[in-house]
């Protein structure tokens, strides 16, 4: 069983930052691609940054030169670092990996609960 626990949602004024984490536990063969999406009221979710097991990341347009993902590979944790934080950064934010359980076993994208960030003033 593996399991993503979401840490650091919360208010923020506009301009102002936040920093989230997410670790993962659990059954943990090998974590490849981490990612952070977000969801707003009457919105789809969509991805906000992504990085690879090298730390590799891409990032939305809308969140570049704002935001900030990292991960730690020992602690099985990625971080997302919101800067300059704006209104429509309002929205629940998860976590999500692709992770192996084992050396036989596949592959599968596993999802935290969400984490609530409201930008306002």
């Known amino acids: 069983q593996v399991q993503l626990v979401e840490f650091g949602g919360g208010f923020a004024q506009p301009g102002g930052s936040l920093r989230l984490s997410c670790a993962a536990s659990g059954s943990i063969f090998a974590i490849y691609d981490m990612n952070w999406y977000r969801q707003a009221p009457g919105n789809q979710r969509e991805l906000v940054a992504s990085?690879?097991?090298?730390?590799?990341?891409t990032y939305d347009d809308s969140v570049k030169g704002r935001f900030t993902i990292s991960r730690d590979n020992v602690k099985n944790t990625v971080y997302l670092q919101m800067n300059s934080l704006k209104p429509e950064d309002t929205a629940v934010y998860y976590c999500?990996?692709?992770?192996?359980?084992?050396?036989?076993?596949?592959?599968?994208?596993?999802w935290g609960q969400g984490t609530q960030v409201t930008v306002s003033s």
């Open positions: 999500a990996g692709y992770i192996s359980t084992g050396r036989i076993t596949g592959t599968r994208l596993y």
């Open positions: 990085i690879t097991h090298g730390g590799t990341t």
